[in-house]
């Protein structure tokens, strides 16, 4: 098979409340259908707590403050993009601990072009699993109970791609 990788980095925001993690229903991209983390693309000029900042604000309507750089992991995911002609997607992943300043969910995040969140919840940490979310909540919720994140990189060779439908 000939492979084509495309790389995607990102920064990400771990927020905790009584056992309930922040999460967006992600709209688009490998994880479309399942809860994923608040956090994405680091634009031009922008630092990566900045990006996180951003990210919290468009997605979920919160304001954070960054608590932690927890580290980084990468996930190798299969994964056809057609308008770039790709056929997997390489996700590296920047985690952070943020804690929130404001109370403002919103279920509608902002719209505009790139915008794959279609809403925020609070998600039992137990209602997190393979099935209904992303390898990045499931790395967070192992974070949360043991305090460290795996060092080599995630193959997902098996991944299912979901429908938008939740």
Not at 12 to 25: F, H, Q, S
Not at 76 to 86: D, N, V
Not at 142 to 150: D, I, Y
Request: charged share 25%; aromatic share 8%.
């Amino acid at each position: 098979m000939n492979e084509k990788w495309h790389r995607h980095l990102g920064a990400y925001g771990i927020c905790l409340k009584e056992e309930n993690l922040l999460v967006i229903r992600k709209g688009a991209g490998p994880y479309i259908g399942r809860y994923d983390l608040p956090g994405g693309t680091i634009e031009a000029n922008e630092s990566l707590t900045e990006a996180v900042k951003r990210e919290f604000i468009e997605e979920t309507g919160i304001c954070v403050d960054i608590i932690k750089n927890i580290g980084v992991r990468d996930y190798l995911i299969p994964y056809e993009l057609s308008r770039r002609g790709t056929t997997h997607i390489h996700h590296v992943a920047l985690y952070y601990s943020v804690k929130c300043v404001g109370e403002g969910l919103t279920s509608a995040p902002d719209d505009f072009e790139g915008q794959d969140s279609l809403g925020t919840l609070w998600v039992p940490l137990r209602e997190c699993n393979v099935h209904n979310a992303s390898p990045l909540v499931l790395e967070a919720i192992q974070w949360l109970k043991t305090g460290n994140l795996a060092v080599e990189s995630k193959r997902l060779d098996d991944w299912v791609v979901l429908q938008k439908e939740f």
